[in-house]
């Protein structure tokens, strides 16, 4: 074990599929190497829903999930604006701002972002309440995506800033190509039953770890209403 988790440390783990239920990823230092590879089950997408739980004590801004594509650095992302106290989309560059969330240091916080392509418009949900919903871009994603976990990539796969980079633990990545029910992300959210991830499924991920990042058991002993924010 001492030497897996030293391989785990100090280099990189080959992609492989794993059943991640009850782990997470720990990414314990401001870098701007470090991070995760999820390799997605399809590309291109004509909507898209992402939901992810993460807990951090950062006072600066962060990526929390980041897909890029060729033409768009910024084709999913999930950014945490912290002078503006604002959780802030992303798809294909285009942006909006979502403030007013009590987005708490070292506390869980369970986050979903949907996005319908022939609409344009995106929503939130954080900790099982909805934001407004509103326009951000039409048209599809129609590239090959790169997705990473701990950084925000300015670049197709790279351009890491350390000032950008996430320190924590992200667990329960989940991605689908269409947006899922109010009532399917509420479980989600909830930790009950919801169908999984068709593009990225935490009990089925295929990924890669570059750097100093390490797969740990989510602590069992917590009271499970930590994790439902």
């Known amino acids: 074990m001492k030497l897996v988790l030293l391989f785990?440390?100090?280099?990189?783990?080959?992609?492989?599929?794993?059943?991640?239920?009850?782990?997470m990823f720990t990414f314990p230092?401001?870098?701007?190497?470090?991070?995760v590879k999820l390799n997605p089950a399809k590309h291109g997408y004509y909507a898209v829903t992402v939901c992810h739980r993460s807990v951090t004590d950062l006072k600066r801004d962060h990526a929390i999930f980041s897909s890029s594509t060729p033409s768009h650095d910024n084709g999913i992302v999930?950014?945490?604006?912290?002078?503006?106290q604002e959780l802030q989309p992303h798809i294909r560059d285009a942006r909006v701002e979502y403030g007013g969330w009590d987005y708490k240091l070292n506390r869980w916080h369970s986050i979903c972002t949907t996005w319908d392509s022939e609409n344009g418009l995106v929503q939130i949900w954080v900790n099982g309440i909805p934001s407004i919903r509103k326009f951000i871009?039409?048209?599809?994603?129609?590239?090959?995506?790169k997705i990473v976990l701990g950084q925000d990539q300015d670049t197709f796969g790279g351009g890491f800033d350390v000032n950008q980079s996430f320190v924590g633990m992200i667990t329960d990545v989940h991605m689908w190509d269409y947006t899922l029910s109010s009532c399917d992300i509420q479980n989600y959210m909830s930790e009950m039953t919801f169908p999984p991830g068709n593009v990225l499924n935490w009990k089925t991920l295929d990924?890669?770890?570059?750097?100093?990042v390490l797969i740990e058991d989510r602590p069992a002993c917590y009271p499970a209403s930590i994790f439902l924010g």
């Open 29 to 35: 230092q401001s870098s701007n190497t470090a991070h």
């Open 207 to 212: 990924f890669e770890i570059v750097g100093n």
């Open 78 to 84: 999930t950014y945490w604006h912290n002078g503006n």
């Open 137 to 145: 871009i039409s048209g599809a994603i129609t590239q090959t995506s």
């Open 8 to 23: 785990v440390v100090l280099g990189t783990i080959s992609a492989e599929v794993q059943d991640l239920s009850g782990k």
